[in-house]
């Protein structure tokens, strides 16, 4: 479930399968940031990327997927064509085609949830790509959800607290954020219910 196939199949399942919003935790800790050069790992439909570039960031925006790629860019082109000129998609496995180090005044990977074979090697690379003074958000699953009644894969190893992303950093690390962020959203029925986020913010020393 974590390679090309599964992906493009998710994505030609339905017309649209995220929201079209920007992720809340992106926006909640990226506004206030002066722009610069971003990534956006895993950037699906291109929502965080599009917001990122609204508010004068060069984003590299990658996914595994070429058909969330092609979702992205005609969303950008129809909703801000002036964005959709800052950005780049490019697919790419970040697994294997690593980014290239101490590149990104903001690296930004929300809701990748892998294993912790797969997913620690990403995430060290992930941040070995954030450049002096620069910023890594990552956002994802806390494992408290598995017990939330929310539809979410019963894989528990995907999930990951900010506390095991904070360990993988190596080198000088200024930590800002690390918590299980509360979020409220609606069951599938309707009803109301408490989610929480895995937030880990941190800004690499110059």
């Not at 959800?145 to 019963?154: C, F, N, S």
């Amino acid at each position: 479930m974590f390679g090309k196939d599964f992906w493009d199949e998710r994505y030609r399942s339905k017309p649209r399968v995220w929201s079209g919003a920007p992720n809340p935790q992106l926006v909640a800790e990226a506004a206030s940031l002066r722009p610069g050069r971003a990534l956006d790992a895993g950037c699906g439909e291109g929502a965080d990327a599009i917001w990122l570039a609204s508010r004068g960031w060069t984003v590299l925006a990658t996914d595994i997927s070429g058909v969330a790629l092609d979702r992205a860019g005609q969303h950008a082109r129809d909703t801000d064509p002036a964005a959709a000129a800052r950005i780049e998609w490019r697919q790419a496995d970040l697994r294997v085609s690593v980014p290239e180090p101490d590149a990104f005044d903001l690296v930004s990977a929300q809701f990748i949830q892998l294993p912790p074979e797969l997913r620690s090697p990403l995430f060290g690379a992930l941040a070995a790509s954030v450049r002096a003074g620069g910023t890594l958000l990552i956002v994802g699953h806390h494992p408290s959800d598995l017990a939330a009644g929310v539809p979410r894969p019963q894989l528990p190893e995907v999930f990951y607290t900010p506390e095991e992303i904070a360990a993988l950093l190596a080198g000088p690390w200024d930590v800002g954020v690390c918590e299980a962020r509360p979020r409220q959203q609606q069951l599938p029925d309707g009803g109301p219910v408490t989610v929480h986020d895995t937030v880990l913010l941190a800004t690499r020393r110059a």
